[in-house]
Every structure is written in C-alpha cells, then in structure tokens.
C-alpha cells in the first residue's frame, strides 16, 4: 500500500520557471490538500480539494495552481516559480472531507528556487 | 479565525523526565485538536486525537476549553521521543476540512 506518493522529492527551478509537484493517492479519499513548511512558519494550508472536480484556496495560494480531475491525482503548478517559494512542500489525503478524521502524509518535496 | 500557538520552539529534556509541549488554541466554535510529529527522515503522522482519549506511546492531551490549551505530556520522555511535534485544529464536523497547524516544537531528549 503506497499511500500518499509525491515527486519529485526533491528539484532546483530558477526564478521565472514553471513546474508541477505531483500527489498521487491510492486510498480512494476524499480530501487532499497541499501544505508548505518552513521553518518558524510551521504548516500553510495552500490549496485543497473536498472531491474531483473541486478545489478551493488556503491560507497562502498566490503563485500556486491545483486540479483535481481525478480521485487520485492532485497535481500543485508553479506557475512563475520565486525564490520566496523556496520551501518544503507537503501533499495529504483523508478519507473524508466533513471534518474529524487523520490526515495521511506523503514524503514531502524539497524545492529550491534560485 | 482560527489559530494554533505552540509558545516554545524548541524543547531539551534529559531521558526520564517528565516533558509538556504547550498549545493554546483560538476558536469560536466546537474544535478538534491533534497532535502531529515528524521523526527525522519520516512522515508528518497523527500522534493522537482529544476526540479519542488515548494514549499513544506514552503521550497524553487533555482539551482544555477553559484554558484552550491541549497540552501534549509524558511522564518519562525516552530519546526516541526527539521529534518535531505540531498542535493542529479542524472544525468539528464542519463541511471543510482544513487542518490548522502551529509553527511546532522542536523536543530533543538528551541522553
């Protein structure tokens, strides 16, 4: 059972550059969201999805575009990448979208902007 | 809005002492609260729920709504209890499910 997959582990962008993080779940939940991590700053929800086909903003979105045309998949896009984009970045599923409940995590992916 | 504060980032405590990680919460409504923790090199995983009244490898947290405070405590920290831990909040059975994270504490149980 894999879980929550996400890559690349780890990438190095210039400024300007575009670039999409992968997720991919395989327990048929509901929820998934992308969270970045930063030290002092703790977890920042960026987006989430409560299902296929609906996506909605977190505390930090600017810069960040998601989808969610499937179940499993719930790719993050930097758009123009910055170098205050700089950070860890961490995908997460839960088997329900109406609160309560544990949220899976994936490895995380390391990005560099430079 | 919501808000998670963990006062220390960082906390250093000798093997066999009793150790407390510090939250306090802001919420206007019912809430849950989580401990997360990230051992090195692993996932972010759920340490343990107030809903559950558990105790997960000798931890415990008791929501306090008076004192919005859901400590997390050990009587007897062990080093491999050195970890990154964070206090998260949801909303209680609400349509969204957003998970509100503090800035963590960095606990490190010395030899």
């Known amino acids: 059972n894999a879980g929550v997959t996400q890559t690349p582990k780890f990438q190095v962008l210039k400024t300007g550059q575009s670039m999409t993080l992968q997720c991919a779940q395989d327990m048929n939940h509901e929820y998934m969201s992308w969270y970045r991590q930063d030290p002092g700053m703790g977890l920042r929800l960026i987006h989430y999805?409560?299902?296929?086909?609906?996506?909605d903003q977190g505390e930090v979105p600017n810069g960040y575009n998601v989808s969610r045309s499937t179940t499993e998949d719930f790719p993050l896009r930097l758009l123009s990448a910055a170098p205050s984009q700089t950070s860890v970045y961490f995908c997460?599923?839960?088997?329900?979208?109406?609160?309560?409940?544990?949220?899976?995590f994936g490895e995380g992916s390391r990005l560099t902007v430079l | 809005a919501q808000r998670v504060t963990q006062p220390e980032k960082l906390l250093s405590v000798f093997k066999g002492a009793p150790v407390e990680l510090k939250c306090n919460y802001s919420?206007?409504?019912?809430?849950?609260l989580f401990w997360y923790v990230q051992y090195s090199r692993q996932r972010l995983q759920l340490l343990l729920r107030?809903?559950s009244r558990e105790s997960i490898k000798g931890f415990t947290a008791d929501l306090n709504k008076g004192e919005t405070s859901f400590h997390l405590k050990k009587p007897f920290a062990q080093e491999e209890d050195s970890a990154m831990y964070y206090c998260a909040l949801s909303k209680r059975g609400g349509s969204n499910y957003k998970l509100t994270f503090g800035k963590g504490t960095l606990l490190t149980v010395n030899p």
């Open positions: 999805s409560v299902g296929a086909g609906i996506t």
């Open positions: 919420y206007s409504g019912s809430p849950e």
């Open positions: 997460a599923s839960s088997p329900r979208a109406g609160g309560g409940g544990e949220l899976f």
């Open positions: 107030h809903i």
